[in-house]
C-alpha cells in the first residue's frame, strides 16, 4: 500500500490527485493522511539511523561482542534512555550482533598420585569481599610457533583477572607465576581460598608450597566436572569468543592481544551484569565494594 501512496505523491505535479486515486482505486482521505504521517515517519527513520550508528560505535567499541542486553545497558550509562526492544530491532535491521560462545577442551590431566584438596566452594561462585575466593584454570591459545599457554585467578566478588601469567608450557611454575601475581596486586586476604581443579599442576608440591607460604587455603573440584570450576570455565569461553579463535604468527603476538583484552578491555571496560548493582565493569564493582568497606 505505501508504495501506491508514493507513486502517487511521485505523479502529483503531472495528474490530479483526484485522478491518481481513482486509477489505483484509493481514498483520497487516505492519501492525505499517509502524506500528514510521512513527516513523522521520516524522523523516525532518522533517529534509527542515529542510534544505529551509537550502537556501530558501541559494538566496534566492544570488540564486536556486545549484543542487546549490553549495548542497552551501555546506552543507558551514557544517559540515552531507549527502550530495549527498539535496541534489538535497530541491531537486527542493521545486522549488528554479539558473538556465540564455543566449546572448549580441557588441558586437564590429573595426577593419580596426587592426594587432592577437599572443594571448600561447592559451586557457590559468590563471594562478598574481594580478595577471599579466587578460582584459577589454564587455557591454551594456538600460535604458529606452537601452544602459548595462559593461566588466570579471578576474584569471584568482582570477576577480576587479579593475576595471570603465559609460557610456551603449562608446568606448575606458570599457575604459581599467576598467583604470585594475583597476591601481589589483589590483597589476598590471610585464608584466602583458591579453588581450580585437580590438573597436576595444581596438586604439585610446588603449587602447594606457595599456598602454604602465602597463607591460602586449596580448593579443587572433582576431575571432569567444568561445573565445579563453572567461574572459570565461563571466563576462557568469554575470552575466546571475544578475540577470536586463530591461529596468531607467534606468540609475541598471542600475548599482547591477551595482555590487552585483559588488562585493557576486560577488567576496565566490559560490563558484566551485576545481581544488585546492574552493569559494572570488574573495577567499577571492586570500587563499590572498597567504599562500602571503608564505609
Same mark, same amino acid.
Given at each position: 500500500?505505501?508504495?501506491?501512496? &508514493? ?47 551509537? #550502537?556501530?560505535?558501541?559494538? #566496534?567499541?566492544? &570488540? ?21 526492544? &527498539? ?18 577442551? +580441557? ?8 592426594? %587432592? ?12 569481599? %574481594? ?10 591459545? %594456538? ?13 569471584? !566478588? ?14 606448575? +611454575? ?25 590438573? +597436576? ?7 602447594? +608450597? ?40 607467534? &606468540?609475541?603476538?598471542?600475548? !599482547?592481544?591477551?595482555?590487552? /583484552?585483559?588488562?585493557? /578491555? ?16 570488574? !573495577? ?12
Amino acid at each position: 500500500m505505501s508504495e501506491l501512496y &508514493r507513486f502517487i505523491h511521485a505523479e502529483k505535479a503531472n495528474h490530479p490527485v483526484t485522478r491518481l486515486c481513482r486509477a489505483v482505486k484509493i481514498a483520497r482521505s487516505s492519501y492525505y493522511a499517509w502524506c500528514e504521517g510521512e513527516a513523522a515517519r521520516q524522523a523516525r527513520r532518522a533517529a534509527d539511523d542515529a542510534l544505529a550508528h551509537e #550502537i556501530t560505535v558501541l559494538h #566496534i567499541a566492544s &570488540r564486536k561482542t556486545y549484543g542487546v542486553p549490553r549495548v542497552h545497558a551501555e546506552l543507558r550509562r551514557l544517559g540515552r534512555p531507549v527502550n530495549r526492544k &527498539r535496541v534489538a530491532r535497530v541491531m537486527r535491521e542493521a545486522g549488528i550482533q554479539g558473538v556465540t560462545r564455543r566449546k572448549r577442551r +580441557s588441558l586437564t590431566r590429573a595426577d593419580k598420585k596426587a592426594r %587432592p584438596a577437599p572443594d571448600l566452594i561447592g559451586r557457590d561462585f559468590h563471594a562478598e569481599i %574481594p580478595g577471599t575466593k579466587l578460582v584459577g584454570d589454564i587455557t591454551y591459545l %594456538p600460535t604458529a610457533e606452537g601452544w602459548l599457554y595462559l593461566a588466570c585467578w579471578l576474584d569471584l !566478588a568482582t570477576r577480576e583477572v587479579v593475576g595471570y601469567a603465559m609460557a610456551d608450557h603449562h608446568r606448575a +611454575s606458570l599457575v604459581v607465576d599467576a598467583l604470585k601475581m594475583a597476591h601481589g596486586r589483589a590483597e589476598l586476604r590471610p585464608g584466602c581460598v583458591i579453588h581450580s581443579d585437580r590438573g +597436576s599442576e595444581y596438586t604439585s608440591a610446588e603449587f602447594r +608450597s606457595e599456598i602454604a607460604e602465602l597463607n591460602l587455603r586449596q580448593s579443587c573440584g572433582r576431575t571432569g566436572s567444568c561445573f565445579d570450576n563453572a567461574a572459570a570455565e565461563s571466563f576462557w569461553a568469554l575470552l575466546k569468543e571475544e578475540i577470536g579463535t586463530r591461529t596468531w604468527p607467534d &606468540r609475541a603476538t598471542a600475548r !599482547a592481544e591477551v595482555f590487552d /583484552f585483559i588488562e585493557t /578491555f576486560y577488567n576496565r571496560r566490559r560490563l558484566r551484569k551485576h545481581k544488585v548493582l546492574g552493569y559494572l565493569t570488574p !573495577a567499577e564493582t571492586k570500587q563499590r565494594h572498597q567504599h562500602a568497606l571503608a564505609a
